[in-house]
């Protein structure tokens, strides 16, 4: 495959109360076998030569589990290729020439930080409410006094593969944190382990998701699409399953 | 730096307890100090890192009542790099009812780092082993399980054991979100602060104890003082170093280089782990290398052609003409050899000429023999998401052609800060704990063991050792409008304006690739005085090109990605000269370390225990300055040092 | 846990959602019985479809009781719906430059974008629709002294507006039940792996069949 020319179109913003805007740039022969931060990274390194300020972006991992980065590429978090992350995106799979949006993660509850970079702690806080089990270090068990069936271990293991990246609240058209949350509480819903706090886990993770500003899940299911594990929409049924024990029963 | 006389300073203690080895813990454990319930919340710790080994600790520490506060570069402390380990962790559980033991975990792991790691160390890690698990699970970490309900293990290189438990290929992943879990649990109730998007840059030493950290605010390019009665340093190693690794992009080693000039030894910084089953670099624009977990080799089999320079696909040079080096070399282990033996093969068939593909530096990895073998079925249950991943990062697919271009990249440090048996560094007040610390993996460590080092030292030793410490230190703190703090704050801010007014021609990332080019061709895979001489030559010309060529744009007072990494770049080069000395004093090869003048005639590593039964740690004299070398001997008491053979 | 959050259970973004499709399955299931009593329209003798208004006219009291409990429902749904629209429209302060679909299994449709207008729009349809027909002309059955409710049908359903108009309300409706059946189930936590693609295809079913239903009664009665 031969080296392609692409043009940019990037969402700038320079601080979290200023006004962005989308400005367009071209980068030219770009590899295929470049992931898409690299091709950022490259066109970076030619606006700091140029005197220029570098498109601020967020990445760490850059094998798709850390959940840092998160862009919405063609109108998609973290592009067209279902069960990827932004940083498991390669230009191969764009056409030469071809125009490419990319904009930051969208929430109320997302504050951007600057360009494609934005805030995310709102995540950190549903967790602190309880997206663990509520023991102490020291003093546990023989790990086998508990057998827990294979099925509900996958299970359990499903929903806990979250990377805690945010596209499901950049893709969904309400910014619902729903299968962030969802997935967690899924999670210890499924495991014995997770049974002596489950009503105090989901009645205050659910109170802290609200206060975070984010919308009502409307079952559109974007988020599963987008989510770079595959997390499915059924952990928030269970959510709401384990909502309404905790509530009614 | 001058580096053909190296001045040793006074020998170093570990102060591992006496008594008969699986006795010590207990022991020391029973003679330690202990800081009662009221007093632990005069006490305010400070955590930097929140990767397993981090978020461990200061869980633990706000559990038992103390101050914590929690640094992390990132924006949440889950997104630590421990998150990115695959394969598993190790625990002597016996479960598998295969013979294993704590003597047996100890003895591996000690014989698989070459015999370079404190006896005492190793053995309550492996002690220690079994509680990780059960704290896991207790957690509601998902491991993966039989049938029965009962968990899952599975083998791993350097063991002849079943005794790694893991979470399909994100093992790390799950426990590092148990950790953190436990962290916003302690977050939750107010003992722990967490301070995200923090980079530590100068750690504050006064009357002679680790008292404070000195930070910069990623966000908007503050600087910030916090104080403490104890530090924790917890942030990984220094594989970044080389430019391409395994590593996540912001691994750095500025929190344990800045240690390291404050006082703190630095410990075997030579001693690296390159791991062979990676892809390849595949152009110059890369900007970091992605891992494929090892289990590849237990059905693929590594090869490449017997003619230099075969254009020819894989799958057209027919069978008498494929070289399969290490089936040749090493009958008895075949593909199965440790991971500094197989990369070090792979590196030498591709010197020779006869490496694969558009750069000459890979060799394959062949399954074409297993899917014959087992079926398709069978290895994609066994490797479909590594065959995505393969396929997804190079476009090739490994099902229409099950041969894999691999080669081998830095993946992991051994080496880090100095510290003793209760994790603390020769600075009294600064614990440095998982790969930070250079403690208990030698010269090698074995797959599934960082894992469990890091949880082990969190979870279950600083707890107690650290309160060893502040139960006889005061709790009096340093005020942060102190000289001491302001000094550092003042030295930073400095740094900074330096940096940002830069107007050169050369980036940081350009730099930093040089850098690592000149260390992967020198101190990589094997190192020879030449070698050596030849980076310790190069990094001062680097250094200058750093002072004198460099570009940094935007400003100070914003999120700046390229200033950030502009600071990180000074400390790599510094510890570079570093590694680069350790490589050339430690004249034998151990581990991961291997000198081309130390090798036996059929060019296997060979130890001079003699000569080098030691720790080298290393004393900062100033830059440029030839640091100041002080040795801590290797004593084995219950294992006597032998030969590693693969043959 | 504390009273205060279980006093609120139906004001969290849960509760609300349980709100929407409690009163929306409600609805759902007067619509069918509407359907249903609809198709008396079908048969040949129009006094059948008279007598069937008149036996629910002849309720007195059980029926206004009905249309007090229909009222309300249509009245928490709205209201509801309203208030999480603007809600979500706060919780997404910035909208896209671009915005895609991410495809299956993502069920974002025509459909689930626009729940908020269909169902204001067949709400209109509902008050226009009432007033055509309750508060419409009162003609007297000829053999009988009940009200001749069909003959006003068949002279609105002569009129090519109030065709069109009902066609085009109908098949609004029909967006807005195709989303909304798996959506209820879903919002109500009803979801497994094996039924819950049943429910989905069900959804579309009804979806179809009530838009259908209620549509085929003025194009009969239009080219008859």
Avoid at chain 2, 10 to 19: D, I, R
Avoid at chain 2, 46 to 66: F, K
Avoid at chain 3, 92 to 116: C, D, Q, V
Wanted: glycine share 8%; proline share 4%; hydrophobic share 40%.
């Amino acid at each position: 495959m031969k080296n392609c020319n692409f043009k940019l179109l990037v969402w700038r913003q320079k601080g979290p109360q200023e006004p962005g805007k989308m400005v367009a740039y071209t980068v030219n022969d770009i590899s295929p076998d470049m992931s898409f931060l690299e091709m950022m990274d490259l066109l970076n390194e030619d606006l700091i030569k140029k005197g220029e300020d570098p498109i601020a972006i967020d990445s760490d991992c850059r094998e798709g589990i850390c959940g840092t980065c998160g862009l919405v590429i063609q109108g998609l978090a973290h592009g067209s290729k279902q069960k990827t992350c932004t940083c498991q995106i390669y230009m191969r799979d764009f056409k030469d020439g071809e125009t490419i949006t990319v904009e930051p993660f969208r929430s109320s509850a997302f504050p951007i930080i600057k360009d494609l970079v934005v805030n995310r702690s709102a995540l950190d806080r549903i967790i602190s409410k309880g997206g663990y089990v509520a023991n102490n270090i020291g003093g546990a068990p023989d790990a086998n006094a508990m057998p827990i069936s294979k099925e509900t271990a996958e299970l359990a293991l499903d929903a806990s593969s979250c990377i805690g990246c945010g596209a499901c609240v950049a893709a969904c058209p309400n910014s619902s944190a729903a299968l962030f949350t969802g997935a967690k509480i899924s999670q210890y819903a499924h495991l014995p382990q997770g049974s002596p706090d489950r009503k105090k886990r989901v009645l205050e993770m659910a109170q802290q998701m609200d206060k975070e500003g984010f919308g009502n899940c409307s079952n559109h299911g974007e988020c599963e699409a987008v989510c770079p594990q595959g997390i499915k929409i059924s952990h928030i049924a269970k959510m709401r399953r384990e909502f309404f024990k905790a509530s009614l029963l | 730096m001058i580096y053909n006389t190296i001045p040793e300073g006074t020998p170093l203690n570990g102060k591992v307890p006496a008594g008969p080895i699986e006795k010590k813990w207990q022991s020391h454990k029973a003679s330690i100090k202990l800081v009662s319930p009221a007093n632990k919340k005069k006490y305010t710790v400070l955590v930097v890192g929140s990767g397993l080994a981090g978020a461990s600790a200061a869980a633990a520490l706000g559990e038992l009542g103390y101050n914590v506060k929690v640094f992390c570069i990132h924006d949440s402390p889950r997104r630590a790099h421990s998150i990115a380990a695959q394969g598993g962790i190790n625990a002597a559980k016996n479960y598998p009812n295969d013979n294993d033991s704590v003597w047996r975990l100890f003895s591996d792991t000690l014989k698989g780092g070459d015999f370079r790691a404190r006896e005492g160390n190793v053995y309550r890690l492996a002690e220690l082993s079994m509680a990780i698990i059960d704290q896991c699970v207790a957690q509601g970490v998902p491991f993966a399980r039989e049938y029965g309900g009962f968990l899952a293990n599975r083998s791993f290189g350097g063991a002849l054991v079943s005794r790694t438990f893991y979470a399909r290929g994100q093992t790390g992943q799950q426990l590092l979100l148990g950790a953190y879990g436990s962290l916003m649990r302690q977050a939750n109730t107010g003992k722990v602060q967490i301070f995200p998007k923090r980079e530590m840059l100068d750690l504050v030493v006064g009357e002679g104890k680790a008292k404070g950290i000195v930070v910069r605010n990623l966000e908007n390019g503050q600087i910030e003082s916090y104080s403490g009665h104890a530090v924790i340093v917890a942030t990984g190693g220094y594989s970044n170093l080389y430019f391409l690794s395994t590593n996540a992009k912001n691994c750095n080693a500025s929190a344990i280089w800045r240690c390291h000039r404050r006082g703190a030894y630095f410990a075997n910084p030579c001693f690296v782990q390159i791991h062979p089953t990676c892809i390849p670099v595949h152009g110059d624009y890369q900007s970091k290398l992605t891992l494929m977990s090892e289990s590849l080799r237990n059905d693929g089999r590594m090869w490449v052609p017997k003619k230099q320079d075969d254009k020819r696909p894989p799958n057209e040079i027919p069978e008498e003409e494929r070289d399969y080096f290490l089936e040749r070399k090493y009958p008895t282990y075949g593909n199965l050899v440790p991971r500094d033996v197989a990369s070090r093969n792979a590196k030498t068939v591709c010197d020779e000429g006869k490496g694969v593909g558009d750069t000459k530096r890979a060799v394959y990895l062949d399954l074409s023999d297993s899917l014959k073998k087992f079926g398709l079925k069978y290895i994609e249950e066994q490797y479909g998401n590594l065959f995505e991943m393969y396929q997804r990062i190079t476009g090739e697919d490994p099902y229409r052609v099950p041969v894999m271009k691999i080669y081998p990249a830095l993946h992991y440090t051994m080496g880090g800060l100095w510290v003793d048996y209760n994790l603390m560094s020769n600075i009294p007040g600064l614990f440095v704990l998982g790969e930070a610390n250079f403690s208990d993996h030698g010269a090698n460590r074995l797959g599934a063991s960082a894992l469990m080092q890091g949880l082990c030292d969190g979870y279950f030793v600083i707890p107690y050792t650290i309160g060893d410490y502040l139960a006889q230190t005061g709790a009096g703190k340093l005020s942060i409008e102190s000289t001491e703090f302001k000094q550092a704050e003042k030295e930073i801010q400095e740094s900074v304006q330096k940096l940002v007014g830069k107007k050169g021609k050369k980036t940081v990332l350009e730099l930093h690739r040089e850098l690592g080019l000149l260390m992967w061709n020198q101190v990589g895979m094997g190192r020879n005085q030449k070698s050596l001489q030849t980076a310790l030559e190069g990094i001062p010309q680097l250094q200058k090109e750093f002072q004198e060529n460099l570009i940094v744009s935007g400003d100070a007072n914003h999120w700046n990605k390229d200033l950030e990494s502009a600071l990180r770049l000074w400390d790599y080069m510094e510890l570079a000269e570093l590694v680069s000395l350790d490589a050339l004093n430690r004249a034998e090869s151990c581990g991961g370390h291997f000198r081309e003048e130390s090798q036996t005639e059929e060019g296997e590593a060979l130890r001079q225990d003699e000569k080098f039964q030691y720790v080298s740690a290393w004393e900062y004299q100033g830059q440029g300055k030839t640091p100041i070398l002080h040795k801590e001997p290797l004593e084995f008491e219950y294992l006597k040092p032998i030969k590693r053979s693969y043959k | 846990m504390s009273e205060k959050t279980s006093t609120w259970i139906l004001w969290t973004t849960i509760g609300r959602k349980v709100l929407l499709a409690l009163s929306g399955l409600a609805l759902f299931f007067f619509l069918i019985f509407h359907l249903l009593g609809n198709f008396t329209l079908f048969v040949k003798d129009p006094g059948i479809f008279n007598q069937y208004a008149y036996t629910l006219e002849r309720m007195g009291f059980i029926l206004y009781v009905m249309e007090g409990l229909l009222i309300l429902t249509f009245l928490v749904h709205i209201l509801d719906a309203i208030f999480v629209t603007l809600e979500n429209r706060k919780a997404r302060s910035s909208s896209y430059y671009k915005e895609g679909n991410a495809g299956k299994p993502s069920r974002k449709s025509l459909s689930s974008k626009t729940m908020i207008y269909t169902g204001l729009l067949v709400f209109a349809f509902v008050v226009f629709h009432v007033k055509m027909f309750k508060y419409g002309a009162h003609y007297v059955a000829q053999n009988s002294n009940i009200r001749d409710l069909h003959r006003l049908v068949v002279e609105c359903f002569k009129t090519d507006y109030i065709v069109i108009s009902y066609c085009i309300a109908m098949i609004l409706l029909g967006l807005h039940l195709r989303h909304a059946f798996f959506s209820a189930f879903q919002s109500l936590g009803i979801a497994h792996p094996k039924y819950t693609p049943y429910i989905e295809k069900l959804g579309i079913l009804f979806a179809i069949a009530i838009a259908g239903g209620f549509l085929s009664i003025p194009v009969w009665i239009y080219f008859h």
